[in-house]
């Protein structure tokens, strides 16, 4: 079988929240530097970025700095985890791109809880998905598994954005060696 040098796609027609969600898939495969399959991701995502208006293009290399990545989980954390509800993540996709607080119900070997937090970053350590959020039950940051949020509600509530590095200090007991 051979691939013609220039493939082309004819006439793709994506909407806004698919080619934002293509985006941000692009932008997390370069964060985990893969040298398989994954050479062209730059320019690929460069010309998908070029479909959108200068403001927009802000807009989303903002959203690209709120997603982090951590070193892999542990076995511990690995043998427990799930895959996420779906019905979750589109209140909680919603929530961190407009930066507005979600309501969730979430559920630890110890508790379950229901509380209102602003979905500040999302943090992957391979395979597990995090939320570095503020809680307002807490009143502190707070580190979820997304796979941990039995249910999610976009609220009116807005937020301004915490710095990364303030809210990855709560976070780094999590990730460091055992």
């Given at each position: 079988?051979?691939?013609a ?16 969600d293509?985006?941000?898939a ?14 062209s991701?730059?320019?690929?995502r460069?010309?998908?970025a ?13 959203l ?6 951590a ?11 799930t ?6 993540l ?13 309501e969730?119900?979430y ?40 796979d ?17 590095d ?7 007991d ?5």
């Amino acid at each position: 079988m051979r691939v013609a040098a220039r493939v082309g796609l004819g006439r793709l027609q994506l909407d806004h929240r698919e080619a934002l969600d293509l985006l941000l898939a692009l932008a997390i495969g370069e964060r985990l530097r893969s040298p398989l399959l994954l050479s062209s991701l730059k320019g690929l995502r460069q010309k998908i970025a070029m479909a959108f208006p200068p403001e927009e293009r802000l807009r989303v290399s903002r959203l690209r700095r709120r997603i982090l990545h951590a070193p892999p989980a542990s076995r511990r954390i690995t043998e427990s985890v799930t895959s996420p509800r779906p019905a979750v993540l589109g209140p909680v996709q919603d929530g961190f791109f407009a930066q507005r607080a979600i309501e969730i119900e979430y559920g630890t070997v110890r508790e379950r809880t229901t509380r209102v937090v602003e979905p500040h970053y999302l943090l992957l350590a391979w395979p597990v998905w995090y939320l570095l959020v503020w809680d307002h039950l807490r009143d502190a940051i707070r580190t979820l598994r997304l796979d941990r949020i039995e249910s999610a509600r976009l609220t009116d509530r807005t937020f301004q954005l915490r710095d990364a590095d303030s809210m990855m200090l709560v976070a780094r007991d999590l990730f460091a060696p055992v």
